[in-house]
Nanobody, 115 residues
Framework: QVQLVESGGGLVQPGGSLRLSCAASGIVVSNTVIRWWREAPGREREWVATVTSSGSTGYADSVRDRFTIFRDNANNTVYLQMDGLKHEDTANYYC?????????WGQGTRVTVSS
């Protein structure tokens, strides 16, 4: 059974940094595509970043050059390093994996950017 567990969220001041973790079980992160999404209050869930099985990465325009997605294969975990955080980055952040049968989402971790 596939399970994704996010952690690392919290309260941070504008310009600060956080590192989110997505710990996976039931699937090998190095063999699949993992995506981070976020959902802000009153807004639709939006895609943030992707890392593929080959290690290629992609980012939404709103986070490019500030966020970095990377894998730790030994710990079967995908991270989202977030630097230069802005108020508009406040959201619940989720990781997602797509398998041939269905999508799996974690429970989310909340990021609040506020002074």
């Amino acid at each position: 059974q596939v399970q994704l567990v996010e952690s690392g969220g919290g309260l941070v001041q504008p310009g600060g940094s956080l590192r989110l973790s997505c710990a996976a079980s039931g699937i090998v992160v190095s063999n699949t595509v993992i995506r981070w999404w976020r959902e802000a209050p009153g807004r639709e869930r939006e895609w943030v970043a992707t890392v593929t099985s080959s290690g290629s990465t992609g980012y939404a325009d709103s986070v490019r050059d500030r966020f970095t997605i990377f894998r730790d294969n030994a710990n079967n975990t995908v991270y989202l390093q977030m630097d230069g955080l802005k108020h508009e980055d406040t959201a619940n952040y989720y990781c997602k994996v797509t398998t041939p049968s269905r999508d799996y989402w974690g429970q989310g971790t909340r990021v609040t950017v506020s002074s």
